[in-house]
């Protein structure tokens, strides 16, 4: 079925830029924008990025200020992770993961590469469970595959990210520094 070749492929194939690979010069806001658009895999128009959404994130201290307007390889990295995580995990959620100590004492090219390497073994687990699916009698049967692993990975996901606050190994956001 060629669809779900198109999907093995890019589940396997596209990935967002290495950090070596991140414009670095200076971009504008509507740059970012458009760049972004090619970070992650889209199936569908209505998850793009926009200029409020950035600037809430940098309000929340989820992603550092702009230099006057502009944005670099580090901001990037971050929206690179926020549009990823917001599928799964709530605003809120995604600031307890980021003050979390291991996380603000790295550096966000390291931070990035993590980032990237998980993303890339998660897609290419999710590609094999694709592989496995044969023929349209088993696209029912994937799907709720799929989504049960969805359901328990954000399950440990947000009860480990309540451990870490209630351990005290979070602390409020760090006005990041694109430095």
Sequence with gaps: ????????????EERPAAWSELPDIALY???????M??????????EKLTPAMVNNYIKDGLVPR??????GPVHLGY???????????SVREIGVLL?????????????????TAALDAALLDTAQTVDR??????LARAAL??????????????????????????HPPKKKSTK
């Design 133 to 138: 699916v044969d023929g349209r009698e088993d």
């Design 79 to 89: 929206l690179t992770a926020m549009c990823a995580l917001k599928r799964v995990l």
């Design 99 to 115: 003050s979390a100590d291991q996380v603000r004492d790295e550096s966000p090219e390291k931070l990035y590469g993590y980032f």
């Design 145 to 170: 595959e799929l989504a049960l692993r969805s359901y328990a990975n954000q399950l440990a996901c947000v009860r480990l990210l309540d451990i870490l606050q209630e351990t005290g190994q979070t």
């Design 37 to 46: 658009s090619r970070q992650l895999i889209r199936f569908d128009q209505e």
């Design 66 to 71: 702009a230099e006057g307007k502009r944005y």
């Design 29 to 35: 806001m509507d740059q970012i924008i458009s760049y």
């Design 1 to 12: 079925m060629q669809e779900l070749n198109e999907l093995k492929r890019r589940l396997e």
